[in-house]
């Protein structure tokens, strides 16, 4: 006769009541490292918040839109470097008080992260059966933490509305086969360049209906916006759009592109154009090659984690801010982690790979690249293999998380097994 299954032993109340204990002082001990993490940041004070209201006052005034530029300590001169359409979004703000603008924008960012995070890290903390609430408060917090949302918050950007977009429409409205599909990412398209590599992106995984959706989206509400500013629009698409120069030095720290790299590398901090175009084709011809294997396998949050990386890669400027497809990465890399079997030899050693790898990823992104140094206002070349590393390091994890990013298996949500 098949034995009898053996109940699991119960929980007694000193014991529970131990781990409630032991989950609060994990939640009030990273709550209070936060205010540590975001003092440095600070010294932002909002500035590019700033930088939109101040252009929305020269714009309302009669002035033209991409004239307007604001002296900057570190990047010479920054100007309104947005498409029309986000100049016609943030206009309304202009109206509003400088203090109640800012903590507008703070809080659509929080609530974006709140909102993503669970997007991100309940399925994982339903397969593997683990505590929900406690697990999502951790995970809001850690990505509160990690850099490129510090950076968010404290310059006041946008960043995070246009991942809800991203998010919605890829991990969900995209597998689903929802008739709206594609939306989202037109209108981030839109409204930032930067999105516009998840158009490639559905091209490449053969989503012809919602890559058509998104181009037509970006299309309409483009020309939305030109029929509103018409001299505004034809001067940014036709001139604006190139030039590099409106938004800072492309050898700083911050811009952690692979032409940033070049760029650090360059004596002249001006890389050749045609070996910066070979490697951008090269990184992105195998990101979104990858992203397109991870889609057909199932696997919808690899897919769009490799595509994030490969547009903060292959853009001229990719600034810290722009950086949040890490935590997906870390995301992905846990969970797969969680799903090796640690009976076997194998096994253990694939799980400590893998949170090896996420720590050597999570780490650096909390601690950040910019927030504690001083890179200082000169051009600075990097000179010689640690400087490189350090000053490049976002670059170097992007690079290796495009060809190590696992593909995962056993997916129960919107995505099926891979292979």
């Known amino acids: 006769m098949p034995a009898e299954p053996v109940a699991p032993p119960a929980v007694t109340q000193d014991e529970a009541g ?21 003092l440095p940041n600070l010294r932002h004070d909002y500035y590019d918040q700033k930088i939109y209201m ?8 009669g002035h033209p839109l991409y004239d307007y530029v604001q002296p900057d300590r570190v990047q010479g001169e920054l100007y309104f470097t947005y498409p029309p359409l986000a100049a016609l979004l943030l206009a309304p703000f202009a109206y509003l008080r400088l203090g109640v603008a800012i903590a507008t924008f703070a809080a659509l960012t929080v ?33 509160l933490a990690v850099e490129s949302t510090r950076e968010t918050l404290t310059l006041g950007q946008i960043n995070m509305l246009l991942v809800v977009l991203i998010l919605a429409d890829l991990l969900f409205a995209v597998p689903q086969g929802r008739r709206w599909a594609g939306v989202g990412v037109g209108l981030a398209a839109a409204l930032k360049l930067f999105p516009g590599i998840f158009v490639l992106y559905l091209v490449a995984t053969r989503r012809w209906r919602a890559a058509a959706v998104a181009t037509a989206t970006a299309a309409v509400a483009t020309l939305l916006a030109a029929a509103v500013a018409p ?3 034809w001067r940014f698409w036709t001139h604006e759009l190139w030039s590099t120069d409106r938004v800072g030095r492309t050898d700083y720290t911050g811009n952690q592109s692979l032409f940033g790299l070049l760029s650090r590398l360059a004596p002249s901090a001006e890389p050749g154009r045609l070996p910066w175009l070979l490697l951008a084709l090269a990184v992105a011809g195998l990101g979104l090659w990858r992203a397109a294997r991870a889609a057909r396998a199932g696997d919808a949050l690899v897919g769009l984690t490799l595509t994030g990386l490969v547009g903060g890669l292959v853009s001229p400027i990719t600034w810290i801010h722009h950086l949040y497809w890490f935590v997906p990465a870390v995301v992905v890399l846990v969970d797969a982690a969680l799903d090796a079997d640690p009976a076997t030899p194998a096994g253990a050693r694939r799980r400590g790979g893998l949170l090896a790898l996420a720590a050597g990823v999570g780490l650096p992104i909390v601690y950040g690249l910019v927030t504690f140094q001083d890179w200082g206002t000169a051009i600075v070349h990097t000179d010689d293999p640690v400087d490189f590393v350090v000053r490049n390091l976002y670059v170097l994890l992007s690079l290796l998380l495009l060809a190590v990013l696992p593909i995962r298996r056993h997916l129960d949500d919107t995505s099926k097994n891979s292979d």
């Open 111 to 143: 609530a974006a992260v709140m909102v993503t995070t669970r997007w991100l890290v309940l399925p994982v903390l339903r397969r593997h059966d683990l505590p929900r609430g406690f697990g999502l408060t951790v995970a809001v917090l850690l990505v």
């Open 18 to 38: 131990g781990r409630t204990a032991r989950r609060v002082v994990t939640v009030l001990a990273l709550a209070a490292v936060l205010p540590a993490l975001y």
């Open 231 to 233: 001299g505004d629009s």
């Open 54 to 61: 101040s252009a929305m006052d020269w714009w309302a005034a």
